[in-house]
């Protein structure tokens, strides 16, 4: 009896192969996760970012003309090791090379980051999403999600809670076509960079009237994405008949 239930086992698990990635996914996180709580536990979770980024920066700094190709590396990363911060390669590369030279490199960065989550649930999201499809208001947010017009896309790009990977494979889950995911992520992340280059800029040498004019514009220019693309595509996107497929 137990030989057939092992053997039921064997079986399973040949039948479904992707249980590896899985438990080797939580493997690797729980790993990462427990060396990151052993660290914070001994010196605190400030000094350990501290000490992160200033080997980093020390790092990238020795490497002279190769230093901004390790920062967009360790920003590629985060695509696959999401516990892995984004911030701590964003601050040295505006330590390292100012505000333009970071734009730069966190923008390159950010790009190749959002392609490779972007393909990953463009290659895995299908099949997952696939056992939800027979409800129907799943399949009308996948098809809502797939058809979002370029400003909610990159209006989306704004919306802090929002993990970046998680947005990159969810738009790669939901088939939003390749190019129009390229251009309006170049032009979200542009502006994301600058703002970012902006504050750490204002955290050196506080010019908060610079901050708080920003946030203005940004405010009202995400309002006026929100309001086009509400009074345009999204309206019709969203009508009752696409819900009732």
Request: glycine share 8%; with cysteine; charged share 10%.
């Amino acid at each position: 009896m137990k030989s057939e239930l092992v053997k039921r086992g064997f079986r399973w698990i040949q039948a479904h192969r992707w249980i590896w990635a899985v438990v080797a996914a939580i493997a690797l996180v729980g790993a990462i996760w427990w060396a990151w709580d052993v660290v914070a536990s001994t010196v605190g979770i400030r000094q350990a970012f501290h000490v992160v980024s200033l080997a980093l920066r020390n790092f990238a700094g020795a490497l002279g003309p190769w230093g901004p190709f390790l920062l967009i590396i360790a920003l590629a990363v985060h695509s696959i090791l999401i516990v892995f911060p984004m911030e701590i390669p964003t601050l040295v590369a505006f330590a390292l090379y100012g505000p333009f030279g970071g734009v730069a490199v966190v923008w390159t960065g950010s790009m190749l980051t959002a392609a490779i989550s972007f393909m990953l649930g463009r290659l895995l999201g299908p099949p997952v999403l696939q056992r939800w499809t027979s409800n129907a208001r799943v399949r009308a947010l996948v098809r809502v999600v797939g058809q979002l017009n370029p400003f909610a896309l990159i209006l989306l790009r704004w919306v802090s809670f929002i993990p970046f990977d998680v947005l990159n494979m969810a738009f790669g889950a939901c088939q939003v076509p390749v190019v129009r995911f390229a251009w309006t992520t170049a032009i979200g992340e542009l502006v994301t960079s600058f703002v970012m280059a902006l504050l750490y800029r204002t955290a050196l040498h506080a010019h908060w009237g610079e901050l708080v004019g920003l946030v203005a514009v940004l405010f009202a220019v995400g309002w006026g994405i929100y309001w086009w693309s509400g009074k345009t595509h999204l309206k019709r996107l969203t009508a009752p008949d696409d819900m009732e497929a």
